[in-house]
């Protein structure tokens, strides 16, 4: 079982930046895919960005690519989740992911390990 634990939302202003993080407090992330995935209200989840812990490969959905990057550190297991020019249409509860291996995935069925969430919330 990986446990994650997700921090860093927030309320800001269209255009502003925000740093999500993703500890995983009991073990390291060597040999495992990391996600970060969102989920609107009414909307299903999806694909934000994800980074493979071995290699550092990185890969990110076509709405955030330019604005948002994933990145890791290994001695603090975390993952983060940088995010600038955000978006009204940002808004939404932030998921971090895992999946053992080294293949990454958009789909969020292909992930085993979630966090609960952190909230981001952009006004106009």
């Known amino acids: 079982q990986v446990r994650l634990v997700e921090s860093g939302g927030g309320l800001v202003q269209a255009g502003d930046s925000l740093t999500l993080s993703c500890v995983a407090p009991d073990q390291t992330f060597t040999r495992y895919v990391m996600g970060w995935f969102r989920q609107a209200p009414g909307k299903e989840r999806e694909f934000v960005a994800a980074i493979t812990w071995t290699g550092g490969n990185t890969y990110y959905a076509d709405s955030v690519k330019g604005r948002f990057t994933v990145s890791g550190d290994n001695a603090k297991n975390t993952m983060y989740l940088q995010m600038n020019s955000l978006r009204p249409e940002d808004t939404a509860v932030y998921y971090c992911?895992?999946?053992?291996?080294?293949?990454?995935?958009?789909?969020?069925?292909?992930?085993?390990?979630w966090g609960q969430g952190t909230q981001v919330t952009v006004s106009s």
């Open positions: 992911a895992a999946r053992y291996g080294y293949s990454w995935y958009a789909q969020p069925n292909k992930y085993d390990y």
